[in-house]
């Protein structure tokens, strides 16, 4: 059984930072490729970033680019999401998610995707 768990969210000042941490449990973590999405009220879940199995290869969305950095760490099957500058728009509750080993989805879209964690809620305040 494969399980994801978010931890790190909370409440934060415009211009403040969190790191948001996805534990994962079943399954060989190292070899999928991992994203973060995040989901405003009123607003269809959208993609954030995502990481290659190694770590090596990263990818944002644009308005993220050079204010978050995804990360992982093999030995202590955990993606984590550091957030930085943040904005009151970045307001969302935030999932990490494993990508399938095979699928023709761009690693942008949801449905690349088979599991995910519950979500943990971010709020930035102006």
């Known amino acids: 059984q494969v399980q994801l768990v978010e931890s790190g969210g909370g409440l934060v000042q415009a211009g403040g930072s969190l790191r948001l941490s996805c534990a994962v449990s079943g399954g060989t973590f190292r070899m999928y490729f991992m994203g973060w999405f995040r989901q405003a009220p009123g607003k269809e879940r959208e993609f954030v970033a995502a990481?290659?199995?190694?770590?090596?290869?990263?990818y944002y969305t644009d308005s993220v680019k050079g204010r978050f950095t995804i990360s992982r760490d093999n030995a202590k099957n955990t993606v984590y999401l550091q957030m930085n500058s943040l904005k009151p728009e970045d307001t969302a509750v935030y999932y990490c998610a494993r990508r399938r080993l095979s699928t023709y989805s761009d690693y942008q879209s949801a449905d690349a995707y088979d599991y995910w964690g519950q979500g943990t809620q971010v709020t930035v305040s102006s």
């Open positions: 990481i290659s199995w190694s770590g090596s290869n990263t």
